[in-house]
T-cell receptor
Framework: AQSVTQPDIHITVSEGASLELRCNYS??????LFWYVQSPGQGLQLLLK??????LVQGIKGFEAEFKRSQSSFNLRKPSVHWSDAAEYFC??????????FGAGTRLTVKP | DGGITQSPKYLFRKEGQNVTLSCEQN?????MYWYRQDPGQGLRLIYY???????QKGDIAEGYSVSREKKESFPLTVTSAQKNPTAFYLC????????????????FGPGTRLTVL
C-alpha cells in the first residue's frame, strides 16, 4: 500500500527566508500527489497537486513543488516566507478516490 | 458560494452518548469522506461514499456509522462503542465518479472538534 513520510515534524524559519518541506512517498506506479495547508482549528486547503506532465508544479500563495521520481519525493518550496504562512502542512498521495494517504504533517513556525 | 459546511464547530459528549456530526456540500460532488485527525498522526479515513445510498468503511470505521440519503449530505454518528472519540473530525468531498475514476482533488470542510467529558 502507498504511504507518505514527512520527515520533519516542526520547522522554524525567519520571515523572508526560503522554505523547503520534505515529502517522500512509497508507491509502485505514478502517484497523484498533493500538498495541503491547515491553519489552527481549520480545515485543509489545497496548495497544489501533481497528476502528470511538468514535474515542477505551481500552487497558490507562491508555493511550488517538484516531483522527483528517482527520489520518490515531492518537496514543497517557497522562496520567501511570510508570517501568514505559519500553519501545518500535509503531503498526500492518492491511488484512487478510495485510498488517499496523508503524511503526519509538518508544523511551520515563522520568526519575525 | 460553493463549499462544504460542518456543524457544530465544537461538540461535547458525555460517555455513553451517541452524537452526530453534520456535513453538507453544495459542490455537486458525488464522493464524500470522513477523516479523523489526532495530533501527530495526520488524517485517517473513517468512511467514504462514492454515491447516494452507498458507503464503505475506511481504516478506522469501528465505533462510527454514516448514512448517505442525499447527495449533499453525509452525516457521521460517533457511537458509544468508539472508545476514544476525542478528536478533530474533517469532512471532504470530491467529484468522484464524475472524474472518471481517477484520483481527483478532495475539498475539506472547516472541521468539528469533539470532546468527551
Amino acid at each position: 500500500a502507498q504511504s507518505v513520510t514527512q520527515p520533519d515534524i516542526h520547522i522554524t524559519v525567519s520571515e523572508g527566508a526560503s522554505l523547503e518541506l520534505r515529502c517522500n512517498y512509497s508507491y509502485g506506479a505514478t502517484p497523484y500527489l498533493f500538498w495541503y495547508v491547515q491553519s489552527p482549528g481549520q480545515g485543509l486547503q489545497l496548495l497544489l497537486k501533481y497528476f502528470s506532465g511538468d514535474t515542477l508544479v505551481q500552487g497558490i500563495k507562491g508555493f511550488e513543488a517538484e516531483f522527483k521520481r528517482s527520489q520518490s519525493s515531492f518537496n514543497l518550496r517557497k522562496p520567501s516566507v511570510h508570517w501568514s504562512d505559519a500553519a501545518e502542512y500535509f503531503c498526500a498521495v492518492g491511488v484512487n478516490n478510495n485510498d488517499m494517504r496523508f503524511g503526519a504533517g509538518t508544523r511551520l513556525t515563522v520568526k519575525p | 458560494d460553493g463549499g462544504i459546511t460542518q456543524s457544530p464547530k465544537y461538540l461535547f459528549r458525555k460517555e455513553g452518548q451517541n452524537v452526530t456530526l453534520s456535513c453538507e456540500q453544495n459542490l455537486n460532488h458525488d464522493a464524500m469522506y470522513w477523516y479523523r485527525q489526532d495530533p501527530g498522526q495526520g488524517l485517517r479515513l473513517i468512511y467514504y461514499s462514492q454515491i447516494v445510498n452507498d458507503f464503505q468503511k475506511g481504516d478506522i470505521a469501528e465505533g462510527y456509522s454514516v448514512s448517505r440519503e442525499k447527495k449533499e449530505s453525509f452525516p457521521l454518528t460517533v457511537t458509544s462503542a468508539q472508545k476514544n472519540p476525542t478528536a478533530f473530525y474533517l469532512c471532504a468531498s470530491s467529484m468522484g465518479l464524475a472524474s472518471g475514476g481517477a484520483t481527483d482533488t478532495q475539498y475539506f470542510g472547516p472541521g468539528t472538534r469533539l470532546t468527551v467529558l
